[in-house]
């Protein structure tokens, strides 16, 4: 008997189905979601100041944008949307309030509706913190009690556990589209 499943995490998580967060294994541009690893499309249209895109644009885009997952801004010079590692037998979570170093979270609704967790100085390229077989509910546990810890992934059979966090990156600011 599977004691593990059905899921739900605390409210501290929103649930991103389908995704696998901080696997960065063959991570690569690219301007659609991907089975073989994270995606990100630049938006800048020069690289220049007057390329970049604000905040405000990229929530739009990203809203409209089908699979668009998150988004980052850097230092007025470069903004690009990312699309997390697609895979049907995983499920992320991310934590709701955490971000690098334990920068202040805020959340934006564009004119769009879209929610979003704004982590500043936070790298978008997300990164392993471990992997484990554990059931859904103590890798909860395990991301809970460990402060870097901002997202976890589970397979559907519920018997591994990887968890992650962002890397700390002063020049960026990341955004991530917040599931109900």
Request: some cysteine; charged content about 20%; aromatic content about 14%.
């Given at each position: 008997m599977n004691l593990t499943?059905?899921?739900t995490p605390t409210g501290n998580y929103f649930e991103v189905p389908g995704s696998w967060v901080g696997d960065d294994q063959g991570g690569a541009y690219g301007p659609q979601?991907?089975?073989d690893g994270r995606r990100d499309l630049d938006l800048d249209t020069d690289g220049s100041y007057e390329g970049y895109?604000?905040?405000?644009?990229?929530?739009?885009?990203?809203?409209?944008r089908p699979g668009c997952d998150s988004f980052g801004v850097a230092a007025h010079a470069q903004s690009s949307?990312?699309?997390?590692k697609r895979d049907s037998d995983k499920t992320a979570y991310i934590h709701r309030f955490r971000c690098a170093d334990g920068i202040a979270v805020n959340t934006t609704a564009p004119m769009t509706?879209?929610?979003?967790?704004?982590?500043?100085?936070t790298n978008w390229a997300a990164a392993a913190l471990g992997s484990f077989k554990l059931p859904p509910f103590l890798c909860?546990?395990?991301?809970?009690?460990?402060?870097?810890?901002?997202?976890?992934?589970?397979?559907?059979?519920?018997?591994?556990?990887?968890?992650?966090?962002?890397?700390?990156d002063v020049s960026n600011t990341y955004y991530i589209k917040v599931r109900s």
């Open positions: 499943l059905p899921f979601p991907s089975v895109l604000d905040a405000d644009t990229m929530m739009q885009i990203c809203d409209k949307i990312e699309f997390f509706g879209g929610i979003y967790k704004m982590c500043k100085s909860q546990q395990s991301c809970d009690h460990n402060e870097k810890c901002q997202a976890f992934t589970v397979d559907a059979a519920g018997n591994n556990c990887w968890l992650s966090y962002y890397p700390t």
